[in-house]
């Protein structure tokens, strides 16, 4: 069995995998603004906001940001966060 995450971190997505991925569709329910809940407090989380913000404009870096930790530690608020950042600068996909 192939290590997906790998391929995926390294920028080779088999085409096996390519070919799963074009017959997503879009679900307008599940976007980000879809959730009730809100990013991060203002003026906080600043070091991690700025680090994904260079992050996502670096053609050089890794194609996936791993952001782990334990439940309950912001990290969907961190990526409701960065989504609004992507959004406001037209980055968002």
């Not at 995998?17 to 074009?22: F, G, I, N, Q």
């Not at 991690?48 to 990290?75: Q, Y």
């Amino acid at each position: 069995m192939r290590n997906h995450l790998y391929e995926l971190h390294h920028g080779r997505l088999q085409d096996d995998t390519t070919a799963a991925l074009d017959k997503l569709r879009h679900v307008p329910t599940a976007e980000y603004e879809s959730q009730t809940q809100k990013g991060c407090m203002e003026g906080t989380r600043i070091g991690i906001l700025t680090e994904l913000a260079a992050w996502s404009v670096d053609p050089s870096s890794p194609r996936i940001f791993w952001l782990s930790g334990m439940a309950g530690t912001g990290k969907s608020a961190i990526a409701r966060s960065f989504c609004k950042i992507l959004k406001d600068s037209d980055h968002l996909a």
